[in-house]
């Protein structure tokens, strides 16, 4: 299994990114999917997750600004952000808990940074 991240970069606050894991020898369609940040200096914390049956959770601080989604055609996780402020700035990581492998997988990670 390999995820590649991509998507992040430099915004400003206020503003928007959306980022993509695209997935290969798992189906995420029938995975629980996830993805996590780490701020410079802080453990890694988990943002958004979706189920394999498509239920959502977010973390508070990113409620109403964020969405996680799943895109069959390009096997892909995707997180849109939306309002963001420095705090989201961090590492962002994809995690898939493959259902076809049993086990759990990380992407490479993609760099977020709001500026004020």
Request: glycine fraction near 12%; hydrophobic fraction near 30%.
């Amino acid at each position: 299994v390999q995820l590649q991240a991509s998507g992040g970069g430099m915004v400003q606050a206020g503003g928007s990114l959306r980022l993509s894991c695209a997935a290969s020898g798992t189906v995420v369609r029938t995975d629980d999917v996830a993805w996590y940040r780490r701020a410079s200096g802080q453990q890694r914390e988990l943002v958004a997750t979706m189920s394999r049956g498509g239920s959502t959770d977010y973390a508070e601080s990113v409620k109403g600004r964020f969405t996680i989604s799943k895109d069959r055609r390009k096997n892909s996780v995707d997180l849109q952000m939306s309002s963001l402020k420095p705090d989201d700035s961090g590492v962002y990581y994809c995690n898939v808990n493959s259902t076809r492998w049993g086990r759990s997988y990380w992407g490479q990670g993609t760099l977020v940074t709001v500026s004020s």
